[in-house]
């Protein structure tokens, strides 16, 4: 029976090849573009080998998905083709041009998978074995990967092909009334195209199935991490068998199709489907009911014991040192004198108010930005001090609206200038840090020969420079001091570039500004964290990189981290990266904040970074590249602290038993910051553990559902960086926790009065991060207070409250408050020494009106007018005191 074909004229094939044709390019052109600019960008960084190598393993991952796809395809067109001829006559041609576009499109969605084929071709042994299969680490997070991603895309390939081979059909017999009829009528050849696909769609489950037992390694369930008793006794061998079962189904739908027999086919997928509910869901689920659950512990036991091991390895857990720290109450006044190092470095400036205090007084300029306040340690001044600091960065849309120009953003107002930094423990009399860091230029303690900050944390736009017009560099009183870029850049000398980056970012302005040379040359890329992860996307990077002055320039710092989802036995976590359960930060990233240059150290060649560095060479170093002062500034992230500490606080138990019972679960305690009850941070200190006062990240455990402190873990910074360190107290021992002091601080009277005192004239009351400070085998803590006025910006400290076993006391500064604690002074003495005179007022109005002088040179307004407040405030006082 021949059916009429609609006639096309070469015309109108020349019409819908061109309609096609301008689809491509308009598609692709945008592609091109980016794709190019950033060669060109990747070039400039002396990477454009390794910029060509990631798009070769983006061809590649594509090209083989294409063909595989496409193969499908192929074969099921030809299919369905001698179908149609066996029963028509002639075949019903359906373009192959419909097919390849299909191909084309899956393919490039699968093709996200590049990093997959990477993990393939260059995994590194991990020297693990699973404890079930025996099969290296290795197998399950590099190999398997890929081959999964394989079978996906025939499966979507196959079931594609069943869905237009049923439409194809459906068409042709369109006319066909019953479904009796239909079985008549419809030729061998169909019967036999069916099958096959049913039969490649089994065979594909069945690897699919096989693949599920060492998927079960990974399972989260239960009291295991990891297969447990049932999955290894019964589900992996009920998949070993329904995989088998299900190729013999696939040889039974092909036998049916011979036979015409659709219905014998559809009989035959019941039957599978009912064998793999039964035997993977209704038999595990009744033996874990009827065996497991009754006889748990005993029957779990060393899977519980691999889901420790295995976890703790993942976690980067399994070196922890664990020492006891014998607590007691005997630490004196002579103590605290030996250990003044440590004193003089406990955080009073919390840095969410000490940000504040920045913006107010350090920002300079409506266009200058604080973005945060970070931790770091210096010598200074011949002691190991640590200190906060902050980057001055520029943005260009806080300039007044009428001078939000293109010329203005993009070639004068193009980089931020200088740091901010102050020890994280002095206190000014007026409440405020003590600045070792400070103004634009920079004066302080620490030197700084490169202050321009063209690449930064907030900054996102480009710039271009080397232009006709100079750039802005600082604000110097009535003026402006201008500059010229000198560093490194993507030339734009030619009119092609100007398009192309024209193109590239929407601005037709790069292509008509007369103000761009030869010379000039296009920064871009310029935030670090989209700057980093562009370089290296298969990284996952921190969510806060960390300023640090080195050699005199400025650099950022960002930890990288590895991560994989498919660890053997390893618990889940979602804190960083999404859901994780191995994690390792084997890389610090450090970027010049001139001139964009970037460094990725390898400080741990773990089996991930292997790969990496394998891979792609160009982009690593040797840690043992790194410089001294460079190693001086590295430090433990916090992100990874977190994970590792919510996952230490249940993983820290070594007895299965235990472990089954939670005997012994502890918590991360919460804390108050500003009325609120917060879970408590890691917090960086500078501890003596091992004879030196060091640079750590601590954070103390309670037991789960108590206050009381059980233990705290440390992460060392400086010498031995990276070994964790556990504190356990002694059994019977009680060391009050976080929110046992802050009840205290709540119940103590003459602290409730002056914190009533406060808000009665109109203050709020900020209270700080309660730090808990280990101190020769004993335990104190402090916490700050912080006075906000209602109208004022600026938060003063006011009082360090500090604690000892059973005493409490809040004086002006921490070492008053120590002095009080341990019985050196009084209160009342304390009280008599801050109270000022008539000549302490006076000098102290000078020193105001001084500073109120030199804010005003530097053209700080907004700090000006902070000063001629306070400089009224003591104007009132001395007047009272004359009065008197």
């Known amino acids: 029976m021949n059916q009429p074909e609609v006639e096309i004229t070469p015309i109108d094939r020349k019409i819908i090849t061109l309609f096609v044709l301008l689809v491509i390019i308009f598609i692709s052109f945008p592609i091109f573009i980016r794709i190019y600019s950033d060669y060109l960008w990747f070039q400039s960084l002396n990477l454009g080998t390794y910029f060509m190598k990631l798009i070769i393993y983006r061809v590649e991952i594509f090209g ?17 083709h001698y179908a149609s001829k066996e029963f028509l006559g002639e075949p019903l041609k359906t373009p192959l041009s419909v097919f390849i576009l299909l191909s084309i499109l899956i393919s490039y969605g699968f093709s996200t998978k590049w990093l997959d084929l990477v993990f393939f071709l260059h995994g590194q042994p991990f020297n693990i074995s699973d404890p079930i299969f025996n099969l290296d680490i290795s197998f399950y997070v590099f190999k398997i990967p890929l081959i999964s991603d394989i079978l996906l895309l025939l499966l979507v390939s196959v079931i594609l092909s069943i ?40 065979v594909i489950a069945g690897i699919f199935i096989f693949l599920g037992r060492y998927w079960l390694l990974s399972a989260q369930h239960g009291v295991v991490s990891g297969a447990n008793y049932t999955d290894v006794n019964i589900r992996m061998p009920v998949l070993l068998l329904m995989s088998i079962f299900s190729f013999f189904i696939a040889i039974l739908s092909v036998y049916y199709g011979l036979k015409r027999n659709l219905s014998l086919i559809a009989m035959a997928f019941s039957v599978f489907a009912i064998a793999l509910f039964v035997g993977v869901i209704f038999v595990p689920l009744s033996v874990q009911k009827i065996k497991v659950d009754p006889n748990e512990l005993s029957l779990e036991e060393k899977y519980i014991e691999y889901s420790i091991n295995y976890t703790r390895h993942a976690y980067g857990l399994s070196a922890v040192e664990k020492n006891l720290y014998p607590v007691s109450e005997t630490l004196t006044i002579d103590d605290i004198e030996n250990n003044t190092g440590i004193i003089e470095n406990i955080r009073l400036w919390d840095h969410r108010p000490l940000l504040s205090v920045y913006r107010q007084k350090q920002q300079i300029r409506t266009y200058y ?25 520029l943005l260009p849309f806080l300039l007044q609206p009428t001078a939000q120009t293109w010329v203005n953003k993009h070639l004068i107002y193009t980089h931020g200038y200088g740091v901010i930094a102050s020890p994280v423990n002095t206190v000014s009399e007026e409440g405020a840090p003590e600045l070792i860091l400070y103004d634009i230029p920079p004066e302080g303690s620490i030197n700084i020969t490169r202050p321009e900050i063209y690449f930064g944390e907030v900054m996102g736009d480009y710039v271009v420079v080397r232009t006709l017009q100079k750039e802005f560099d600082y604000p110097s009183g009535e003026g402006n001091v201008f500059t010229t870029y000198t560093g490194k850049g993507l030339s734009v000398d030619s009119y092609f570039r100007k398009l192309l980056f024209s193109l590239r970012f929407g601005d037709v302005n790069l292509l008509l500004s007369n103000y761009l040379t030869e010379e000039s040359k296009i920064l871009m890329y310029r935030n670090i964290k989209d700057r980093v992860s562009t370089v290296a996307p298969f990284l996952i990077y921190d ?37 994780l359960n191995y994690i390792r930060n084997p890389v610090k990233v450090f970027i010049n904040a001139y001139d964009g240059s970037m460094r990725y150290y390898v400080i741990e060649e773990e089996p991930i970074i292997k790969t990496f560095m394998e891979a792609f060479p160009e982009v690593f170093i040797s840690g043992n590249s790194m410089s001294e002062e460079e190693r001086k500034h590295i430090r433990y992230p916090v992100d990874l602290f977190k ?101 205290r601080i709540d119940q103590d ?31 104190i803590y402090v916490e700050p207070v912080y006075l906000r006025a209602e109208n004022a910006e600026i938060p003063e400290l006011r009082g360090v409250i500090v604690s000892y076993g059973n005493r409490l006391t809040m004086q002006p500064g921490i070492m008053e408050s120590i002095k009080v604690l341990f019985g050196e002074v009084t209160e009342e003495e304390v009280s008599e020494e801050v109270t000022e005179d008539l000549p302490s007022l006076v000098q102290k109005s000078l020193d105001l009106y001084e500073k109120a002088m030199k804010e005003i040179k530097s053209g700080n307004w907004s700090g000006f007018g902070d000063m001629l407040q306070k400089l009224g405030d003591v104007l009132q006082k001395l007047n009272s005191s004359v009065e008197q």
Not at 163 to 177: E, G, M, Q, T
Not at 374 to 383: A, L
Not at 761 to 777: A, C, F, Q, Y
Request: aromatic content about 16%; some cysteine.
């Open 64 to 80: 083989l998905f294409l063909v595989l796809s496409s193969l499908v395809f192929i074969l099921n067109r030809f299919a369905m």
């Open 543 to 579: 969510e806060d990189p960390y300023v640090a002055v080195i050699g005199g320039e400025i650099f950022w710092v960002i930890d990288a981290y590895t991560v994989l989802d498919s660890y053997p036995y390893s618990a889940r976590t979602g804190i960083v990266g999404g859901s």
């Open 643 to 743: 994970i590792q500490a919510e996952i230490f606080s249940t993983y820290h138990m070594d007895d299965p038993r235990t472990f089954y019972n939670k005997e012994d679960v502890w918590e991360i305690p919460k804390e108050l910051f500003e009325e609120r009850e917060i879970e408590m941070e890691p917090y960086y200190v500078i501890v003596t553990l091992s004879g030196e006062p060091e640079f750590i990240l601590m954070l103390p455990f309670t037991p789960k559902g108590r206050d009381n402190i059980i233990s705290w873990m440390a992460a060392r910074c400086d010498e031995g960086y990276g070994e964790l360190v556990l504190y356990e107290f002694p059994k019977g021992s009680l060391v009050y926790g976080p929110m046992q002091i802050e009840a």
């Open 749 to 779: 009277p003459l602290i409730s009065q002056k914190f009533t005192l406060w808000g009665q004239v109109g203050s709020r009351i900020t209270r700080g991060n309660l730090l808990v400070i280990p101190l020769d085998n004993s335990i």
């Open 163 to 202: 869905i237009i081979s049923a439409l194809y059909y459906a068409f042709i017999f369109r006319w066909v009334k019953t479904w009796e009829e239909l079985r008549d009528v419809f030729p061998n050849s169909g019967y036999i195209h069916f099958s096959l696909l049913f039969a490649g769609l089994l």
């Open 369 to 393: 930005y604080i973005n945060d306040v970070d931790v770091d340690r210096y010598y200074i001044d011949g002691k190991y001090t640590q200190i906060m600091i902050s980057a001055r960065e």
